[in-house]
Protein backbone atom coordinates (compact mmCIF):
# COMPACT_ATOMS: atom_id res chain seq x y z
CA UNK A 1 0.00 0.00 0.00
CA UNK A 2 1.06 3.45 -1.13
CA UNK A 3 -0.01 6.91 -0.94
CA UNK A 4 0.93 10.59 -0.64
CA UNK A 5 -0.80 13.19 1.77
CA UNK A 6 -0.38 15.97 3.78
CA UNK A 7 -0.75 15.31 7.74
CA UNK A 8 0.19 16.91 10.84
CA UNK A 9 2.80 15.40 13.17
CA UNK A 10 1.33 14.63 16.89
CA UNK A 11 3.96 12.10 18.28
CA UNK A 12 7.03 10.38 17.94
CA UNK A 13 8.97 7.89 19.86
CA UNK A 14 12.48 6.60 19.66
CA UNK A 15 12.83 3.31 17.34
CA UNK A 16 16.38 2.67 16.98
CA UNK A 17 19.35 4.68 17.26
CA UNK A 18 18.21 6.33 13.45
CA UNK A 19 14.63 6.07 13.29
CA UNK A 20 11.18 7.06 15.79
CA UNK A 21 8.00 5.92 15.36
CA UNK A 22 5.84 8.68 14.63
CA UNK A 23 1.71 9.54 14.64
CA UNK A 24 0.77 11.65 11.74
CA UNK A 25 -2.77 12.74 11.64
CA UNK A 26 -3.20 12.77 7.65
CA UNK A 27 -5.54 14.87 5.62
CA UNK A 28 -7.65 11.66 3.55
CA UNK A 29 -6.35 8.70 5.95
CA UNK A 30 -6.53 10.02 9.66
CA UNK A 31 -4.04 8.96 12.43
CA UNK A 32 -1.20 6.86 10.95
CA UNK A 33 1.64 5.11 12.86
CA UNK A 34 4.70 4.55 10.80
CA UNK A 35 8.55 4.62 10.94
CA UNK A 36 10.83 7.54 10.03
CA UNK A 37 13.99 6.05 8.94
CA UNK A 38 17.21 8.16 9.02
CA UNK A 39 15.14 10.55 11.38
CA UNK A 40 18.62 11.27 13.17
CA UNK A 41 19.62 13.05 10.36
CA UNK A 42 20.19 17.11 10.45
CA UNK A 43 17.63 17.45 7.82
CA UNK A 44 14.83 14.99 9.15
CA UNK A 45 15.17 16.08 12.26
CA UNK A 46 14.46 19.53 12.36
CA UNK A 47 11.44 18.54 10.59
CA UNK A 48 10.00 16.69 13.25
CA UNK A 49 8.69 19.34 16.02
CA UNK A 50 5.32 18.36 17.32
CA UNK A 51 2.67 20.53 15.27
CA UNK A 52 4.46 20.52 11.61
CA UNK A 53 2.66 20.13 8.75
CA UNK A 54 4.57 17.53 6.91
CA UNK A 55 4.23 16.30 3.36
CA UNK A 56 3.81 12.66 3.51
CA UNK A 57 4.96 9.61 1.18
CA UNK A 58 3.48 6.34 3.12
CA UNK A 59 4.29 2.75 2.20
CA UNK A 60 3.33 -0.30 3.63
CA UNK A 61 3.76 -3.93 1.99
CA UNK A 62 0.71 -5.63 3.98
CA UNK A 63 -2.02 -3.78 6.00
CA UNK A 64 -1.37 -5.68 9.30
CA UNK A 65 2.29 -4.70 9.35
CA UNK A 66 3.63 -1.29 10.12
CA UNK A 67 4.55 1.13 7.38
CA UNK A 68 7.47 3.60 6.98
CA UNK A 69 7.02 7.20 5.92
CA UNK A 70 9.37 9.56 3.57
CA UNK A 71 8.59 13.18 4.82
CA UNK A 72 9.26 16.44 3.21
CA UNK A 73 8.51 19.58 5.52
CA UNK A 74 5.35 21.63 4.17
CA UNK A 75 4.81 24.11 7.26
CA UNK A 76 6.85 24.73 10.25
CA UNK A 77 4.40 25.97 12.42
CA UNK A 78 5.67 24.73 15.97
CA UNK A 79 9.26 27.11 15.41
CA UNK A 80 6.92 30.13 15.58
CA UNK A 81 6.17 29.45 19.51
CA UNK A 82 9.77 28.31 21.04
CA UNK A 83 9.84 31.80 22.40
CA UNK A 84 6.40 31.67 24.06
CA UNK A 85 5.95 28.80 26.49
CA UNK A 86 2.44 28.88 27.37
CA UNK A 87 1.76 28.23 23.41
CA UNK A 88 4.21 25.91 23.22
CA UNK A 89 3.04 23.60 25.89
CA UNK A 90 -0.50 24.57 24.63
CA UNK A 91 0.33 22.60 21.50
CA UNK A 92 1.68 19.64 22.96
CA UNK A 93 -1.20 19.51 25.07
CA UNK A 94 -3.93 20.22 22.56
CA UNK A 95 -1.90 17.43 20.29
CA UNK A 96 -1.88 14.72 23.33
CA UNK A 97 -5.32 15.05 22.73
CA UNK A 98 -6.21 13.95 19.44
CA UNK A 99 -3.07 11.53 19.75
CA UNK A 100 -5.39 9.87 22.50
CA UNK A 101 -8.84 10.20 21.79
CA UNK A 102 -8.72 9.48 17.90
CA UNK A 103 -9.06 6.07 16.33
CA UNK A 104 -6.15 4.94 14.16
CA UNK A 105 -6.85 4.63 10.09
CA UNK A 106 -10.37 6.17 10.72
CA UNK A 107 -10.27 9.58 8.33
CA UNK A 108 -11.51 12.37 9.85
CA UNK A 109 -11.53 15.58 7.78
CA UNK A 110 -13.42 17.77 10.33
CA UNK A 111 -10.23 16.45 12.79
CA UNK A 112 -7.71 18.16 10.64
CA UNK A 113 -9.57 21.17 9.83
CA UNK A 114 -9.65 21.85 13.46
CA UNK A 115 -5.91 21.19 13.80
CA UNK A 116 -5.26 23.53 10.96
CA UNK A 117 -7.46 26.16 12.77
CA UNK A 118 -5.85 25.74 16.21
CA UNK A 119 -2.34 26.84 14.67
CA UNK A 120 -4.38 29.81 13.43
CA UNK A 121 -5.90 30.52 16.32
CA UNK A 122 -3.00 30.55 19.18
CA UNK A 123 -1.47 32.88 16.89
CA UNK A 124 -4.14 35.96 18.17
CA UNK A 125 -4.24 38.20 21.28
CA UNK A 126 -7.09 36.12 22.85
CA UNK A 127 -6.26 32.85 21.62
CA UNK A 128 -6.97 31.30 25.14
CA UNK A 129 -10.75 32.07 25.12
CA UNK A 130 -10.62 30.70 21.14
CA UNK A 131 -8.75 28.02 22.33
CA UNK A 132 -11.29 26.36 24.95
CA UNK A 133 -13.90 26.89 22.28
CA UNK A 134 -11.79 24.78 19.97
CA UNK A 135 -12.13 22.40 22.49
CA UNK A 136 -15.85 22.13 22.91
CA UNK A 137 -15.64 22.02 19.16
CA UNK A 138 -13.12 19.27 19.01
CA UNK A 139 -15.16 16.99 21.53
CA UNK A 140 -18.12 17.85 19.60
CA UNK A 141 -16.27 16.34 16.61
CA UNK A 142 -15.39 13.19 18.83
CA UNK A 143 -19.04 12.61 19.75
CA UNK A 144 -19.06 14.24 23.36
CA UNK A 145 -21.16 17.39 22.64
CA UNK A 146 -21.84 19.99 25.32
CA UNK A 147 -24.93 21.76 25.15
CA UNK A 148 -24.81 24.41 27.66
CA UNK A 149 -28.09 26.41 27.22
CA UNK A 150 -28.93 23.33 28.03
CA UNK A 151 -29.27 22.92 31.71
CA UNK A 152 -27.29 26.53 33.01
CA UNK A 153 -29.59 28.96 34.94
CA UNK A 154 -29.05 32.64 35.20
CA UNK A 155 -29.00 35.55 37.85
CA UNK A 156 -28.52 39.37 36.93
CA UNK A 157 -25.14 40.35 39.13
CA UNK A 158 -23.98 43.87 39.01
CA UNK A 159 -25.99 44.52 35.93
CA UNK A 160 -24.72 41.88 33.72
CA UNK A 161 -25.75 38.31 33.25
CA UNK A 162 -24.30 35.31 35.47
CA UNK A 163 -25.14 31.99 34.06
CA UNK A 164 -24.29 28.70 36.58
CA UNK A 165 -25.42 25.23 37.91
CA UNK A 166 -26.40 23.36 40.61
CA UNK A 167 -23.84 20.33 41.14
CA UNK A 168 -24.04 18.36 44.59
CA UNK A 169 -25.70 21.83 46.55
CA UNK A 170 -22.78 23.53 45.20
CA UNK A 171 -22.90 26.99 42.50
CA UNK A 172 -20.84 26.03 39.78
CA UNK A 173 -20.15 29.40 37.01
CA UNK A 174 -20.14 28.63 33.66
CA UNK A 175 -18.38 31.71 32.10
CA UNK A 176 -21.05 33.32 29.47
CA UNK A 177 -18.55 32.78 26.20
CA UNK A 178 -19.66 29.18 26.83
CA UNK A 179 -23.23 29.60 26.70
CA UNK A 180 -22.91 32.28 23.72
CA UNK A 181 -20.18 32.05 21.94
CA UNK A 182 -20.93 35.25 19.93
CA UNK A 183 -21.07 37.28 23.23
CA UNK A 184 -18.14 39.72 22.35
CA UNK A 185 -19.59 42.50 24.84
CA UNK A 186 -18.54 40.26 28.15
CA UNK A 187 -15.77 41.06 30.11
CA UNK A 188 -13.80 38.14 30.52
CA UNK A 189 -10.66 37.63 32.85
CA UNK A 190 -7.76 35.08 33.86
CA UNK A 191 -10.06 34.09 36.64
CA UNK A 192 -13.34 33.18 33.90
CA UNK A 193 -10.50 31.44 31.92
CA UNK A 194 -9.52 28.81 34.62
CA UNK A 195 -13.19 28.43 36.15
CA UNK A 196 -13.45 27.58 31.88
CA UNK A 197 -10.47 24.94 32.17
CA UNK A 198 -11.21 23.52 35.32
CA UNK A 199 -15.52 22.92 33.81
CA UNK A 200 -13.74 21.24 30.59
CA UNK A 201 -11.05 19.06 32.33
CA UNK A 202 -14.23 17.86 34.70
CA UNK A 203 -16.01 16.99 31.56
CA UNK A 204 -12.92 15.79 29.71
CA UNK A 205 -11.91 13.65 32.51
CA UNK A 206 -15.54 11.91 33.77
CA UNK A 207 -16.90 11.68 30.51
CA UNK A 208 -14.21 10.98 28.61
CA UNK A 209 -11.24 9.51 29.42
CA UNK A 210 -12.69 7.42 32.86
CA UNK A 211 -14.79 5.55 30.54
CA UNK A 212 -12.71 4.75 27.95
CA UNK A 213 -9.80 4.00 30.04
CA UNK A 214 -7.54 6.81 29.56
CA UNK A 215 -5.54 7.83 32.22
CA UNK A 216 -5.76 12.30 32.26
CA UNK A 217 -2.45 13.59 29.88
CA UNK A 218 0.55 15.11 31.79
CA UNK A 219 0.99 17.32 28.99
CA UNK A 220 -2.50 18.75 29.80
CA UNK A 221 -1.43 19.28 33.54
CA UNK A 222 2.07 20.78 32.32
CA UNK A 223 -0.02 23.64 30.59
CA UNK A 224 -2.52 24.38 32.82
CA UNK A 225 0.22 24.64 35.92
CA UNK A 226 1.67 26.78 33.80
CA UNK A 227 -0.92 28.98 33.33
CA UNK A 228 -1.79 28.76 37.28
Not at 68 to 79: G, R, Y
Request: a positive charge; glycine letters at 4%; charged letters at 25%.
Amino acid sequence: MKWIDTGFLISKNQYNENSVIAEIFTKNYGKITGIIFGATSKKIKSYLEIGNLLHVNFSSKTPDKIGSFKIEIFKANTAFFFEDKTKLLCIISALKLIKILTVENQINKNIYNLINNFFEIIKLDNWLKKYLLWELDLFKVLGYNINFKAFVQKEQMNGSVNYFVISKKKKINIPSFFVDQFDTNSKINKNNLLDAIKILNDFLEKSILIPNDINFPQERTNFINNLS
